[in-house]
């Protein structure tokens, strides 16, 4: 017997249609460099993206052929993430917080000829245009001053008569975007999404166990549009129709408290980095933001500390924290209650909250140790591998790399974990962040929790020096909160109950600010090198 299943082939212009047939008169609201709002809604977002599609066409863009954007979050970012796909090419979005020399690399290696940039980000495309070979560079007026001679406007390069513009057939299995890894732990590399891949990552992450995503909300997408797709929400949000709202380049934390107020926003996303800085604005002044209550803030990225979860639980606010990579479009898990926690106490809820959860629907995890699967019982840690069909297979122009893909297909994640029984994922750490202190594993990222549930630490991240007799020791670097002050012997006393001896560091610096990625997480490997020659205290 056959199915008798019609075979329609996935695509975002599904996703495009939907949202502007349903939901036209949905806003799209962005926040422009003079902090003026620009309003436009999910009809004008189809017309403009079709015309830049047509427009793209026209100018001799081919199927399967990328196209670069250079973009803060806003409504001309989002007609490429639909315009472009429309073409039959692929939206290559450029992380512009990249060095020009990064970026110039990133483009040779993916291929563009074409470059839709912001203008407020034209100096970066200059010194781009410098390095590689672009052909054309199409410039978005987001201040409305005029462009500089020599590039394209981009209003005027969308000025084409789309009616009779026809998308090209799509397999659901061509490419639709890519993005590069941050390269946090190695060089770039590129992942390259497809429209199945989206389009089944945008259903997974619609659902009420994860995002809970509908046309009853408002999106602030703070993550950015050039890291993993602002985690798929754009495309999920057009779907359902939800009222997305755009920071463009204001990512303060009064901004976007601002923001969240003016709109009245239900769901906001981020990485925990600025929640952090949020979280110092409620304290400071709690009453001056009225937040619509239960907004939900989807974090990830990076572990989200227990007592983030907790202090923002205070405001009314919900934190859903998630894990994921690049390679994983980016989703992969969300840390969801289930009925048998609702006798829980907020402690143990939170708890439960703070692991990076279960893995969404589609998507395997398994725990591999060096004597292969390990047990669900939540102690037995092992390499991270993931499988699913928004998990990549491989990296673009690079042949199959088993560090990278089992024999049997499995993503290499790079990070170290462990399920319990229950099916909760918790990341331990990076394998490049372990510490191996006198032949055992310590976890980075356990005792950056544990030190920054404390009330006078604003941040804090661990990272390995080198020890004479025990290889390796971990020090805290520390971020004290504006106004308060603390020792390392009060936050040793703080952590103790929750640690071996030997794992608690002996080592703390303090500082004014740790080091960040390109997309907000702490930078470890800078904090390595500018602590390389610390003395350790550890005898
Ligand atoms: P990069 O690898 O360059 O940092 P990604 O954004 O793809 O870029 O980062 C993916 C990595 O971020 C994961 O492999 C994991 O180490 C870390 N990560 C993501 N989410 C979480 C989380 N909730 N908790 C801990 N680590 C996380």
Known sequence: MRSTMQKVPLSTNHLLERGSRYF????IVSRLPDKTCRRSTYADLRRRALQLAAALAKAGVRPGEPVATLMWNHAWHMEAYFGIPAAGAVLHTLNLRLSADDLAFILADAGDRVLIVDDVLLPLADRLAALVHLEQVIVVPTTGAAVPAGRTDYERFIE????????????????????????????P?????SHRSTVLHSLAISLPDCLDLSCHDTVLAVTPMFHANSWGVPYAATMVGAKLVFPGPHLGAEDLLDQMEQEQVTLALGVPTI??????????????????????????????????????????????????????????????????????????????????????????????????????????MGELQARGPWVTGGYHNQPDDPDKVTADGWLRTGDVACI?????????????????????????????????????????????IRHEKWGERPLAVVVAKPGASVTAEELAR??????????????????????????????????????????SKTR
């Open 24 to 27: 036209g008169a949905r806003e």
């Open 160 to 187: 084409v008569d789309a009616s009779a513009y026809r998308c090209p057939e799509l397999d659901e299995d061509a490419p639709c975007g890519m993005c590069y890894t941050s390269g946090t732990t190695g060089r």
């Open 189 to 193: 590399r590129g992942v390259v999404y």
């Open 275 to 380: 929640w952090m800085t949020i979280q110092q604005a409620l304290d400071a002044a709690p009453s001056r933001w009225r937040l619509r209550r239960g907004m939900r803030m989807m974090v990830g990225g990076a572990a989200v500390p227990q007592a983030m979860i907790a202090a923002f639980e205070r405001y009314g606010l919900s934190i859903k924290h998630g894990w994921g990579m690049t390679e994983l479009s980016p989703v992969g898990t969300l840390s969801w209650l289930k009925p048998e926690h609702d006798g829980l106490a907020p402690g143990g809820q939170h708890n439960v909250r703070a692991r990076q959860g279960l893995a969404l629907p589609l998507v395997e995890l398994r725990i591999m140790g060096e004597d292969g699967p390990q047990p669900w019982d939540g102690a037995s």
């Open 420 to 464: 319990d029984g229950e099916g909760y994922m918790r990341i331990c750490d990076r394998t490049k962040d372990l510490i191996k202190s006198g032949g055992e594993w310590i976890s980075s990222v356990d005792l950056e929790n544990a030190i920054m549930g404390h009330p006078a630490v604003a941040e804090a991240a661990v990272v390995a």
């Open 494 to 535: 703080f952590i103790e109950p929750h640690f071996a001896p030997w794992q608690i560091p002996d080592d703390y610096a303090f500082v004014d600010a740790l080091p960040r990625t390109s997309t907000g997480k702490f930078l470890k490997t800078r904090l390595r090198e500018d602590f390389r020659d610390w003395q």
